[in-house]
Nanobody, 125 residues
């Protein structure tokens, strides 16, 4: 079993930055895949970023603005979000997969076995 707890959401203005954290406990090691997804009001949940080992994958919509990082000693992942836009407003979810899978699959929701409760990010104008 894996437990994920997100934190760091809030209300910010366009152009601001925010850092989300996700603390993982349970069957997680450095080869586990940890990722971020988000769901905006009235929209489907979508992939944001994922990390495992030395690899990082990003959605095109956040490339160059968001950075995912891991602290393996703390079993924590972070999502540094810079230059926030109105369209970044969403509930952000942390997700985890204990076992390896090809990098090309990291953006698919159905490869993740565990999910956090979500943290709200609201970007205002």
């Amino acid at each position: 079993q894996v437990q994920l707890v997100e934190s760091g959401g809030g209300l910010v203005q366009v152009g601001d930055f925010l850092r989300l954290s996700c603390a993982a406990s349970g069957r997680i090691d450095r080869n586990s895949i940890l990722g971020w997804f988000r769901q905006a009001p009235g929209k489907e949940r979508e992939f944001v970023a994922a990390a495992s080992g030395g690899n990082r994958v990003y959605a095109d919509s956040v490339k160059g603005r968001f950075t995912i990082s891991r602290d393996n000693a703390l079993n924590t992942i972070y999502l540094q979000m810079n230059s926030l836009k109105l369209e970044d407003t969403a509930v952000y979810y942390c997700a985890a997969r204990s076992n390896r899978i090809i990098v090309g699959a990291w953006s698919r929701q159905n490869v993740y076995d565990y999910w956090g409760q979500g943290t709200q990010v609201t970007v205002g104008s």
